[in-house]
């Protein structure tokens, strides 16, 4: 065996051919596995060291290990000029998201503080900004609405006696029931984590996810309708809910205050306008202008010096409290009602975050940590749930400015946090004054970058319709079912066409291309030409018990062998020949018995059932042995053979003739042709299964590969196995698929090698247009 070199890009090889059993001696197959035992590795896990101490710890609270190695010269500059960009956004998205959130405006500055801090001492990721996001804020929103409505705190009013909502026992109860929330759901999070679960968001497929946050961005922008109008509509919960919705804001829309309206275009005219400035002088611009911030200090002034709240009834958000509050512990008995609103907002949050904190790792030369990132986000909503906060998750639109600033480490959020801070201690209270108008604005131009994912519909068509679907599907579900059971319908979806696609996988026939020890599609490649007698079959896919029979039915349409007919035909044929040897056996013993004979007949004729004892011996007879031929197959099509028995004779002196160069004909030792459904006739002596694509084996598997063999044999048929990986060779073994029907030498490493052996084994000399390919093989066998 040896690799000689010929010149530049070609390459010889002479080796003898590979089935398994040769394989494993020449590459010495370990007989033990070189993994730890289970019981060592538990051990392992459970012995505790000063080192691996140190490990865990510094894993599990990353703070100890970059900040004593933070560097003031490289990274304080950037970080804070990054820091007072995020704190200043942080502001007016904390007060606009609390109202998506349907809790009073300073919450959202909690939320934009507490879990902000509380990631910085346990995040991975670098550069992403979390706290306050729209999509879980009005999935909060869902929930806190849901359960505490309007109109379970109408009280009368003492005046008029007209029903009044009590602002204040609402307020209350919705802080309770989002704090609730967000506390069960960093439970989950931080219990997944601790498990290492981590790798759960890989069944959130990128589509999915994109058109999830598009139909959740629908659903911000329908919650914020009512407040650019200025009207008051009815709350809506369950599937179809933002159907109702938009149903009742245009019942309404007579009712809109022209006050708020003009508000609102003023608003949108300056915030876009100036977005689009700092989008086209980004690279020109140190920072981007705050724009939110100066909106609605501006706007607060002018609503207070104008007085809009008193004399033209535009909506305010009303009083906001100095200093922080207390913590306390929100209503456990309300987690049955939450449960599955808290998994839900928990996974879409750490979704947004280890798919923004994976870009910017990439983008930057680092590992974000899925696992550990589950624990931050839970260990965020645990306190958050503490301080009354509802959930948080990462910004794409404060993580690109964070990013676009300079900020590389996570002192960004530190510095952010103690701008917040020194809001809610002392500015919080001017802001009283400002128009709800105002905050909707701002949630809606902060949601460019979600209806900007539209543009996936083009790219998808193009590129994967399958996933275009599922995006589609994904936001109709998402819209119409509500975000809980909407997330729940696509995950489903997305899962259910990754089904499909093991059900629909692509058969192949492959030919070999002369010159090489390549098999490549016959149908894609013209120069791709199958060997006569040996039909070399792939699957694309693995085979497993969803798409066993599949592999069977094509097997038989791909190779034009009916299978089940041709047994049917066999037995049928095996059944009379039994019923007519019996009747002649009869017939005889009553001859010899009439005629007083023991065993003879007259004439010293030998019994019919010695005469086949005989035949049996002779290795020159082949009962029962039934035709198959093949023909040069269609490009564009399968050959489906039929089968037909024809003539009842029995001729002991049939032999195998040659008809023409490109086809063989075989008759049986009965004298009864196989007559294909085509003129011309050719045998196939030999099926080779290619494996390569298999990475597993279930009992189906086994079962199918197991009737596969029997069922061919009995037509004369051999069927190989190649490409296995060890894996599935294990598999098979343990399985108890070999035997000495099916020995392990039916296994070979590559199709080239199954191919020799079956030239080798039925000999050239028989097929005439094999010595072409005999010629152009790269490989020579010493057999």
């Given at each position: 065996?040896?690799?000689?070199?010929?010149?530049?890009?070609?390459?010889?090889?002479?080796?003898?051919?590979?089935?398994?059993?040769?394989?494993?001696?020449?590459?010495?197959?370990?007989?033990?596995?070189?993994?730890?035992?289970?019981?060592?590795?538990?051990?392992?896990?459970?012995?505790?060291?000063?080192?691996?101490?140190?490990?865990?710890?510094?894993?599990?609270?990353?703070?100890?290990?970059?900040?004593?190695?933070?560097?003031?010269?490289?990274?304080?500059?950037?970080?804070?000029?990054?820091?007072?960009?995020?704190?200043?956004?942080h502001?007016?998205?904390?007060?606009?998201?609390?109202?998506?959130?349907?809790?009073?405006?300073?919450?959202?500055?909690?939320?934009?503080?507490?879990?902000?801090?509380?990631?910085?001492?346990?995040?991975?990721?670098?550069?992403?900004?979390?706290?306050?996001?729209?999509?879980?804020?009005?999935?909060?929103?869902?929930?806190?609405?849901?359960?505490?409505?309007?109109?379970?705190?109408?009280?009368?009013?003492?005046?008029?006696?007209?029903?009044?909502?009590?602002?204040?026992?609402?307020?209350?109860?919705?802080?309770?029931?989002?704090?609730?929330?967000?506390?069960?759901?960093?439970?989950?999070?931080?219990?997944?984590?601790?498990i290492?679960?981590?790798?759960?968001?890989?069944?959130?497929?990128?589509?999915?996810?994109?058109?999830?946050?598009?139909?959740?961005?629908?659903?911000?922008?329908?919650?914020?309708?009512p407040?650019?109008?200025?009207?008051?509509?009815?709350?809506f919960?369950?599937?179809?809910?933002?159907?109702?919705?938009?149903?009742d804001?245009?019942?309404?829309?007579?009712?809109?205050?022209?006050?708020?309206?003009?508000?609102?275009?003023?608003?949108?005219?300056?915030?876009?306008?100036?977005?689009?400035?700092?989008?086209?002088?980004?690279?020109?611009?140190?920072?981007?202008?705050?724009?939110?911030?100066?909106?609605?200090?501006?706007?607060?002034?002018?609503?207070?010096?104008?007085?809009?709240?008193?004399?033209?009834?535009?909506?305010?958000?009303?009083?906001?409290?100095?200093?922080?509050?207390?913590?306390?512990?929100?209503?456990?008995?309300?987690?049955?009602?939450?449960?599955?609103?808290?998994?839900?907002?928990?996974?879409?949050?750490?979704?947004?975050?280890?798919?923004?904190?994976?870009i910017?790792?990439?983008?930057?030369?680092?590992n974000?940590?899925?696992?550990?990132?589950?624990?931050?986000?839970?260990?965020?909503?645990?306190?958050?749930?503490?301080?009354?906060?509802?959930?948080?998750?990462?910004?794409?639109?404060?993580?690109?400015?964070?990013?676009?600033?300079?900020?590389?480490?996570?002192?960004?959020?530190?510095?952010?946090?103690?701008?917040?801070?020194?809001?809610?201690?002392?500015?919080?209270?001017?802001?009283?004054?400002?128009?709800?108008?105002?905050?909707?604005?701002?949630?809606?131009?902060?949601?460019?970058?979600?209806?900007?994912?539209?543009?996936?519909?083009?790219?998808?068509?193009?590129?994967?319709?399958?996933?275009?679907?599922?995006?589609?599907?994904?936001?109709?579900?998402?819209?119409?079912?509500?975000l809980?059971?909407?997330?729940?319908?696509?995950?489903?979806?997305?899962?259910?066409?990754?089904?499909?696609?093991?059900?629909?996988?692509?058969?192949?026939?492959?030919?070999?291309?002369?010159?090489?020890?390549?098999?490549?599609?016959?149908?894609?490649?013209?120069?791709?030409?199958?060997i006569?007698?040996?039909?070399?079959?792939?699957?694309?896919?693995?085979?497993?018990?969803?798409?066993?029979?599949?592999?069977?039915?094509?097997?038989?349409?791909?190779?034009?062998?009916?299978?089940?007919?041709l047994?049917?035909?066999k037995?049928?044929?095996?059944?009379?020949?039994?019923?007519?040897?019996?009747?002649?056996?009869?017939?005889?013993?009553?001859?010899?018995?009439?005629?007083?004979?023991?065993?003879?007949?007259?004439?010293?004729?030998?019994?019919?059932?010695?005469?086949?004892?005989?035949?049996?011996?002779?290795?020159?007879?082949?009962?029962?042995?039934?035709?198959?031929?093949?023909?040069?197959?269609?490009?564009?099509?399968?050959?489906?053979?039929?089968?037909?028995?024809?003539?009842?004779?029995?001729?002991?002196?049939?032999?195998?003739?040659?008809?023409?160069?490109?086809?063989?004909?075989?008759?049986?030792?009965t004298?009864?042709?196989?007559?294909?459904?085509?003129?011309?006739?050719?045998?196939?002596?030999?099926?080779?299964?290619?494996?390569?694509?298999?990475?597993?084996?279930?009992?189906?598997?086994?079962?199918?590969?197991?009737?596969?063999f029997?069922?061919?044999?009995?037509?004369?048929?051999?069927?190989?196995?190649?490409?296995?990986?060890?894996?599935?060779?294990?598999?098979?073994s343990?399985?108890?698929?070999?035997?000495?029907?099916?020995?392990?030498?039916?296994?070979?490493?590559?199709?080239?090698?199954?191919?020799?052996h079956?030239?080798r084994?039925?000999?050239?000399?028989?097929?005439?247009?094999?010595?072409e390919?005999?010629?152009?093989?790269?490989?020579?066998?010493?057999?």
């Amino acid at each position: 065996m040896g690799v000689e070199e010929q010149r530049a890009g070609e390459f010889y090889v002479e080796r003898d051919v590979m089935n398994e059993l040769c394989l494993d001696k020449l590459a010495r197959r370990r007989t033990h596995s070189t993994r730890p035992l289970l019981k060592e590795r538990v051990k392992d896990s459970l012995r505790c060291s000063v080192p691996k101490l140190k490990r865990s710890v510094l894993s599990f609270i990353p703070i100890l290990s970059w900040l004593p190695r933070y560097s003031v010269r490289q990274d304080a500059l950037g970080d804070l000029i990054s820091g007072i960009s995020i704190g200043i956004m942080h502001l007016p998205m904390g007060l606009a998201y609390a109202l998506l959130a349907s809790v009073p405006p300073v919450f959202g500055l909690y939320t934009s503080f507490y879990p902000v801090l509380m990631y910085c001492i346990f995040g991975t990721s670098r550069h992403i900004s979390v706290g306050a996001f729209a999509v879980t804020s009005i999935m909060i929103g869902t929930t806190t609405e849901r359960l505490a409505p309007n109109s379970n705190f109408m009280i009368l009013n003492g005046t008029n006696g007209t029903e009044v909502i009590d602002v204040v026992a609402r307020d209350v109860a919705r802080v309770q029931i989002a704090a609730s929330t967000t506390l069960l759901s960093g439970i989950f999070l931080f219990l997944l984590g601790m498990i290492r679960f981590g790798f759960a968001v890989t069944f959130l497929s990128d589509p999915m996810v994109r058109a999830y946050m598009t139909g959740a961005g629908i659903h911000v922008v329908l919650s914020q309708l009512p407040s650019l109008f200025g009207i008051r509509v009815g709350r809506f919960s369950g599937p179809l809910s933002q159907v109702y919705l938009l149903i009742d804001i245009c019942r309404h829309l007579p009712e809109t205050n022209i006050a708020a309206v003009v508000v609102t275009l003023v608003a949108l005219a300056v915030l876009i306008a100036v977005k689009e400035l700092n989008i086209y002088y980004e690279k020109k611009m140190p920072v981007p202008v705050p724009i939110e911030l100066i909106t609605i200090v501006v706007a607060t002034l002018i609503s207070y010096y104008c007085k809009l709240h008193s004399l033209y009834k535009v909506a305010v958000i009303g009083q906001i409290p100095k200093g922080l509050k207390a913590p306390r512990s929100p209503d456990v008995s309300m987690w049955g009602s939450v449960v599955g609103d808290a998994f839900v907002v928990g996974i879409v949050g750490y979704a947004l975050n280890i798919s923004l904190g994976k870009i910017f790792g990439q983008k930057h030369g680092y590992n974000v940590d899925s696992n550990q990132e589950m624990v931050a986000i839970g260990l965020c909503n645990i306190v958050g749930g503490f301080f009354q906060c509802h959930a948080i998750a990462a910004s794409p639109s404060r993580t690109l400015l964070q990013d676009s600033t300079g900020g590389k480490t996570q002192v960004v959020g530190l510095i952010s946090s103690v701008l917040v801070l020194i809001f809610i201690l002392q500015l919080g209270s001017l802001f009283e004054e400002l128009p709800k108008a105002v905050l909707a604005c701002i949630v809606l131009v902060n949601l460019k970058g979600l209806f900007m994912q539209f543009k996936d519909i083009p790219a998808l068509w193009k590129s994967n319709k399958v996933d275009l679907l599922v995006w589609l599907v994904t936001l109709v579900c998402t819209i119409l079912l509500n975000l809980d059971i909407g997330l729940g319908a696509s995950i489903g979806f997305s899962m259910l066409t990754v089904i499909f696609k093991t059900q629909l996988p692509r058969y192949s026939i492959l030919g070999h291309v002369p010159g090489t020890e390549l098999y490549l599609d016959t149908d894609t490649y013209e120069e791709a030409k199958e060997i006569p007698g040996i039909t070399i079959f792939r699957s694309s896919t693995t085979m497993y018990y969803t798409n066993a029979q599949l592999y069977l039915d094509a097997l038989q349409e791909k190779s034009g062998i009916d299978i089940g007919m041709l047994l049917m035909k066999k037995k049928k044929r095996d059944t009379e020949e039994k019923r007519k040897d019996e009747k002649e056996k009869n017939k005889a013993k009553k001859e010899a018995k009439k005629n007083g004979v023991n065993g003879r007949l007259p004439n010293n004729t030998v019994h019919p059932d010695d005469k086949r004892d005989e035949e049996k011996g002779s290795p020159d007879l082949k009962l029962n042995q039934t035709a198959i031929a093949l023909v040069d197959r269609p490009i564009n099509g399968q050959v489906n053979w039929g089968f037909e028995q024809q003539g009842n004779g029995f001729d002991q002196d049939s032999k195998t003739d040659i008809h023409g160069d490109d086809h063989i004909t075989q008759m049986s030792s009965t004298g009864r042709e196989g007559e294909m459904g085509r003129s011309s006739v050719n045998d196939t002596h030999t099926i080779i299964l290619d494996l390569s694509t298999a990475n597993f084996a279930d009992t189906a598997t086994v079962k199918t590969l197991k009737n596969i063999f029997l069922n061919y044999r009995k037509i004369d048929i051999d069927i190989y196995l190649t490409g296995c990986q060890v894996c599935v060779v294990e598999q098979l073994s343990s399985a108890g698929f070999f035997s000495e029907s099916i020995p392990k030498s039916c296994l070979f490493a590559t199709i080239h090698d199954a191919v020799l052996h079956c030239l080798r084994l039925h000999g050239a000399s028989d097929v005439p247009i094999i010595y072409e390919y005999a010629l152009d093989l790269t490989c020579t066998t010493n057999m």
